[in-house]
């Protein structure tokens, strides 16, 4: 659920404490006390032993993605933690697994990432605000790299040479800061640095955040991190984190922050959060590590992946997937009535009235979204997030609409009603992951073209009738082969609120012409990032941003966090 338009920081907006030591919660995994690193009553880290092999291939993943999105979101996270619980009282033993809350949108416009209603993870604020450190650690981390290579530039021993003009890392800020996109750095005389172009990208958007995600021990952190391409020498040899001797510090910023942490539902469910990467610029999903772990320690392991099926779907499967083995056993395709209205062509003041044929207009989108996941051998079930203002007879719609394609449709009140409100969507879950593991079916192959990889995602799943790529995305795909980089996947930045590059398209647009403006290289993380349309890697600030409704009573009580 998205914040109120305009709450008032009081302490009726606060969320419920805890309810149970998080020693009681590691036990309904039977992890030993001894075994957590506690950080405080509420919270744990969960040291990486207890991930179990033979626990993960035997465990059910229940992945949960969704359709376009309005503004607001339409509710993964409340759905995931509403499964979750509703698998918990179907007597299964569950756990959810979710990504970290970015300061950024936290105080933006979408506000906290730990649910709504009654189906929520907490300690609420400790969650929203430097949970556990993790994000400080990948930002420390990531700006340490950027310090090593300004300081390589004034090197006079040991100078390998790296020409300033082709410098491609920028610094690291977990915030909305429109005004810190571009710089020039290094003013002031040659005491402080060589003068250059820079800026800031947001910490979700860090590859080291990615990197973070897609490692599963500290030999492939450090690895990993050695891998991240800086730019090129006066001599044109590309330079590399580890070519600067950077890689060993900044794995031991992260020593702490690759461990995941163990939380709880307000219903006492067992919640992993771990890692936070946006979805339409970066992969959008938890780490592989807390997947994992979650696999290990459950019977079933909910998860979320970002934005609609599109973006974090296509991402959870042809990046996190390929690069861990995993593969959901079910889908949970969340569905909003607002979200296919506004997708039917109905302005966000206008999606609470009635509009049954904007409904049926906007059920197209849905469409698409389920024919992407059976391209990949998925079946999915809609799990309509119910808001309280739906009608009955909209949702009576949407499931009849659902029904004459042949996919399972449940309407889900986990928002109102907590893990009871979603036993129904819950039950078709587990029918949905009974029988035998699924086969990977991937958009592409590694071995084919980068040009080719590109296409086969803009026609396949967004349905694009053509790729055109700008004079800088051909530059930037001949630097890519000379570094022997084309096998990279893909981690394709677009608009969200569109299967285009134009988030004005809405329903489902065919044979529309994507293009690609630049291609980025994350090395390290293992991809290269297409970026079609205006996509940036700093937000800024909405106009009335949830920053000004968050407060602090004078004892010490956080109010008007989302």
């Not at 952190?221 to 060993?248: C, M, Q, S």
């Amino acid at each position: 659920m998205a914040a109120p338009s305009n709450p008032k920081p009081t302490s009726e907006t606060s969320v419920a404490a805890p309810s149970h030591p998080i020693t009681e919660i590691a036990a309904k995994l039977g992890i030993p006390a001894d075994a957590l690193e506690p950080y405080g009553r509420f919270k744990a880290k969960l040291p990486l032993r207890l991930i179990d092999p033979a626990k993960v291939a035997r465990a059910k993943l229940i992945l949960v993605s969704a359709v376009t999105p309005t503004p607001a979101g339409e509710g993964k996270t409340t759905t995931t933690i509403g499964l979750s619980d509703g698998l918990t009282r179907l007597g299964k033993r569950a756990v959810a697994v979710l990504r970290e809350p970015s300061l950024g949108p936290v105080f933006g416009m979408k506000g906290g990432a730990t649910g709504g209603g009654k189906a929520r993870v907490v300690p609420h604020e400790d969650i929203n605000l430097h949970f556990n450190g993790d994000f400080p650690a990948v930002e420390k981390a990531h700006n340490l790299l950027a310090a090593l290579i300004d300081n390589q530039l004034q090197k006079k021993k040991d100078n390998i040479g790296l020409n300033p003009l082709t410098i491609r890392w920028k610094r690291g800020f977990d915030m909305n800061d429109r005004a810190l996109r571009k710089m020039v750095i290094g003013l002031g005389g040659s005491g402080s640095g060589i003068p250059r172009e820079a800026g800031f990208d947001i910490t979700a958007a860090s590859e080291v955040m990615a990197i973070l995600c897609f490692s599963q021990s500290y030999t492939e952190l450090k690895e990993k991190l050695g891998g991240i391409f800086v730019g090129f020498t006066h001599a044109k040899k590309p330079v590399y984190a580890r070519d600067i001797n950077a890689h060993g510090a900044m794995a031991a910023l992260l020593k702490n922050a690759l461990l995941p942490n163990l939380v709880q539902t307000l219903e006492g469910t067992p919640a992993i959060i771990h890692g936070g990467p946006f979805g339409n610029i970066a992969q959008g999903t938890n780490t592989i590590l807390a997947t994992r772990m979650g696999l290990s320690l459950a019977d079933y392991a909910v998860t979320e992946a970002g934005f609609g099926f599109d973006l974090g779907g296509e991402k959870f499967l042809d990046l996190k997937c390929r690069a861990s083995g995993l593969w959901p056993d079910a889908l949970a395709l969340v569905a909003t009535i607002r979200a296919l209205k506004y997708q039917g062509g109905v302005p966000v003041k206008e999606l609470l009235a009635p509009n049954a044929d904007a409904l049926k207009r906007g059920f197209a989108n849905l469409e698409k979204h389920i024919e992407n996941a059976k391209f990949f051998g998925i079946n999915p079930v809609v799990v309509v997030n119910r808001f309280p203002p739906d009608l009955d007879a909209e949702s009576a719609l949407l499931k009849q609409l659902c029904t004459s394609i042949g996919v399972p449709c449940v309407v889900s009140d986990h928002f109102g009603k907590g893990g009871e409100g979603a036993k129904e969507a819950a039950a078709a879950l587990v029918e949905a992951a009974s029988g035998p593991k699924k086969t990977p079916q991937y958009a592409y192959e590694l071995n084919q073209s980068v040009e080719d990889k590109i296409t086969a995602l803009a026609t396949r799943i967004y349905g694009a009738g053509r790729v055109d790529f700008t004079t800088k995305a051909r530059t930037d795909l001949k630097t890519i082969a000379e570094l022997g980089l084309s096998g990279l996947a893909l981690c394709m930045a677009k608009t969200q609120y569109s299967f285009s590059d134009d988030a004005k398209q809405l329903g489902r647009p065919k044979g529309f012409t994507l293009t690609v403006r630049e291609i980025e290289i994350a090395a390290g993380a293992g991809f290269l990032i297409p970026i079609a349309g205006e996509i940036m890697r700093m937000p800024g600030l909405p106009e009335v941003p949830s920053a000004e409704h968050i407060d602090i009573d004078a004892d010490g009580n956080i109010l008007g966090l989302s």
